[in-house]
């Protein structure tokens, strides 16, 4: 695929480029010259999300709430944008497909909708997002030193909680409801988790499980029936589609069953005069009232259709031969350390964080932007438990006493070339 940067419109006329002749449906909008090797907090847009809102934009209107004909388009695409959406991550006959602003907003509405007595399971490892939602009682497993490990703690876990005495019962119908809700890949690390493996966990157990797909989303398919897990939570803006739009898909009696995960107009198929006389609707408009975000479910919908048409296992060699990149060009600078879970040859997506030993992680990014045109993110990166212990780890494996107390990260997808990298290793090299 040939990557095309192409940059906004200049200030001045007569210094604005010319659109590319060729420009591809992934192809990503950029600025020349900038390297963006953030794009697991947010990716650039594809040419085909940005296309998409082009396209509707003449015609933006009201969605489910007019009788003209730019309404009833507008309705129509987001309906439209909902099916493609739900295809491309396999929605199952029976499952909702919701739109909300993004992965931690999808995930605060299933928090919502839990039946009563229901206890979260997850792992030490997750995003804020996958931590702080859920109900107290929530059971937080340590973070395993390998995939494996995972598989075999949630086992035993569900076990215990199974157990008669500990609120398990002997029949199934009557157990209290369990979830387990974990990460498909690792937003510090890039490390990929094993889903299909801790979903038959699940289900052995009677419980239902969660993914936060988030980060793996972008960089490989995900199917809710083939993984056999219950819901699934994703962003548009991690996913080349930057309009404030993300989705949760999955089972649809927990949310036709809870109340509205926001109360207003589109929620309701019936007010009246009495205070609480109000029958909501089934379905997504249930926790979807207001406006919705036309243009972000139109985007996202542009993108995961572009991305279904594309040779996906060329697109993850090519990823795959860039991280081994820069993986490689880190480990050769002595004053570099890469921070990981598992071991250094577990499968993962194009996300890596390291520290350099001696620098303060936002002096060296700054220096990464005002010296050398370099995006990347520093901090804890909104994972503040498994970044800390990581960076400990990382301590005591390299036997370094100088290691800064937060950590950078690069990130690369679609646009990203062997050039970038290259840049960031060069400049962390003078870094020393």
Request: glycine share 10%; proline share 8%.
């Amino acid at each position: 695929m040939t990557v095309t940067l192409v940059p906004p419109p200049a200030p001045h006329p007569t210094r604005t480029a010319p659109p590319p002749a060729a420009a591809g449906p992934l192809d990503v909008l950029g600025v020349p010259g900038q390297v963006n090797l953030d794009y697991a907090a947010t990716a650039p847009c594809a040419r085909a999300a940005a296309d998409a809102v082009a396209e509707l934009l003449p015609w933006y209107a009201s969605v489910h709430r007019g009788a003209g004909a730019l309404s009833r388009r507008c309705t129509l695409a987001y309906e439209r944008a909902r099916q493609t959406v739900g295809d491309f991550f396999g929605a199952r006959a029976g499952d909702h497909v919701l739109f909300t602003r993004n992965t931690t907003d999808a995930l605060n509405l299933l928090a919502r909708v839990l039946p009563a007595g229901t206890t979260v399971v997850t792992f030490g490892g997750e995003h804020h997002a996958n931590l702080l939602p859920w109900p107290r009682g929530s059971v937080r497993l340590p973070v395993p030193r390998e995939p494996a490990e995972a598989v075999r703690a949630l086992n035993a876990a569900l076990a215990e909680l199974r157990r008669p005495g500990t609120g398990g019962s002997p029949g199934a119908d009557r157990r209290p409801p369990v979830l387990v809700a974990v990460t498909g890949a690792s937003n510090v690390t890039g490390e990929r988790w094993p889903v299909a493996e801790l979903a038959r966990v699940a289900r052995r157990h009677g419980a239902r499980i969660a993914v936060d797909a988030a980060q793996l989303a972008p960089h490989a398919p995900v199917d809710v029936a083939t993984l056999d897990v219950d819901y699934l939570a994703v962003s548009g803006h991690k996913l080349y589609a930057p309009f404030g739009a993300g989705v949760l898909v999955g089972r649809a009696d927990w949310l036709d069953a809870a109340p509205p995960y926001l109360a207003g107009g589109g929620a309701t198929g019936h007010v009246g005069a009495a205070t609480h006389d109000v029958r909501w609707a089934t379905g997504p408009a249930r926790h979807e009232a207001g406006t919705p975000n036309l243009l972000g479910a139109v985007a996202l919908a542009a993108v995961c259709g572009a991305l279904a048409g594309a040779d996906r296992a060329a697109l993850h060699d090519a990823e795959q031969a860039l991280l081994a990149r820069l993986r490689h060009g880190l480990a050769a600078l002595p004053h570099v350390v890469e921070l990981r879970t598992f071991g250094p040859d577990a499968a993962r997506v194009g996300i890596v964080s390291f520290v350099v030993a001696g620098r303060d992680s936002a002096d060296v990014a700054a220096d990464l932007a005002g010296n050398h045109d370099i995006g990347v993110r520093d901090g804890l990166f909104c994972a503040h438990p498994l970044a800390r212990r990581l960076l400990a780890e990382a301590a005591a494996r390299s036997g370094r006493r100088d290691l800064p107390p937060t950590a950078l990260r690069a990130s690369v997808g679609l646009g990203s070339t062997a050039e970038h990298v290259d840049r960031l290793l060069a400049a962390l090299a003078a870094a020393a």
